[in-house]
């Protein structure tokens, strides 16, 4: 399937694997991408010589990825540098990033995509000359917002002029064929490729997932002080469950990452 994202970074399905700490390490991002989907390597939980090190591992699998940043990290500059020197293909952000980091990833042919909570978030970066931007809403896990993602996705394919990836509650076909409805270019998914084989998370996690319901679910400050949704089970010691929570259910945990992709 051909979509603006597609032809963007260059895979052959519209969904993207989320940089989600302590989970997207080469392992998933390596399969993910040779499934044809874009895998984004986690950075946040890395130092950079890991970094660095997780790249060049990656790389050697596999071809198109990207590396997942937090803005106000205080050695972001430091990580754009290695991802340049490094060869990297695709910047995602955490948190949106400034223009000066956008201006710095794109002379060096980066592909910027930002994930944002607001319309006027995706207007701010699109104007700062990001090429795509991950519209997640607050059915997505780890750092959240209050507006669901169903009338936040239609207002911001509306505002901006490049590709807009739709995130939060999606896992399956129906969800990437509603967010193409709405006119977003693909989707991202999380704990749907957290439940993967491909991915590192213990089994015993897995199962917790597949076993909570959606009043399971909470937001809390308790992880870096922004709200963060995760397993109301474990919110006093979000470190044991590594990397953000989506709500997802179905019988998915052992399945290849290849699983999460069409085709």
């Given at each position: 399937m051909e979509t603006a994202l597609t032809r963007l970074v260059g895979v052959r399905h519209p969904i993207v694997q989320t940089g989600m700490g302590w989970v997207a390490g080469p392992r998933l991002v390596s399969a993910t991408a040779n499934a044809g989907a874009l895998g984004i390597l986690a950075s946040a939980t890395?130092?950079?010589d890991r970094l660095r090190?997780?790249?060049r591992e990656v790389r050697s699998r596999t071809r198109a990825f990207?590396?997942?940043l937090r803005a106000d990290a205080t050695d972001a500059g430091d990580r754009v540098r290695i991802m340049i020197e490094e060869g990297v293909r695709v910047a995602?952000?955490?948190l949106a990033p400034s223009a000066e980091l956008i201006a710095e990833?794109?002379?060096a042919g980066v592909v910027v995509i930002p994930s944002i909570g607001a319309r006027r978030h995706a207007e701010k970066v699109a104007a700062w000359g990001a090429d795509a931007v991950i519209v997640q809403g607050g059915e997505g896990g780890g750092h959240t917002g209050e507006v669901a993602t169903t009338?936040?996705?239609?207002?911001v394919v509306d505002a901006v002029d490049i590709p807009v990836v739709a995130?939060?509650?999606f896992f399956d076909g129906r969800g990437l064929v509603a967010a193409l409805a709405y006119g977003a270019a693909g989707v991202a998914m999380g704990t749907r490729f957290l439940l993967t084989s491909d991915s590192t998370?213990?089994?015993a996690v897995k199962a917790a997932y597949l076993a909570a319901t959606v009043k399971d679910v909470t937001v809390t400050r308790a992880v870096d002080g922004l709200p963060t949704a995760c397993s109301a089970r474990n919110w006093s010691t979000p470190w044991r469950t590594p990397a953000a929570r989506e709500r997802c259910s179905g019988p998915y945990t052992g399945q290849r990452a290849s699983a999460a992709c069409p085709g």
């Open positions: 890395m130092t950079t090190d997780a790249i990207g590396v997942n995602s952000f955490a990833l794109k002379e009338v936040l996705l239609p207002q995130a939060g509650g998370v213990p089994d």
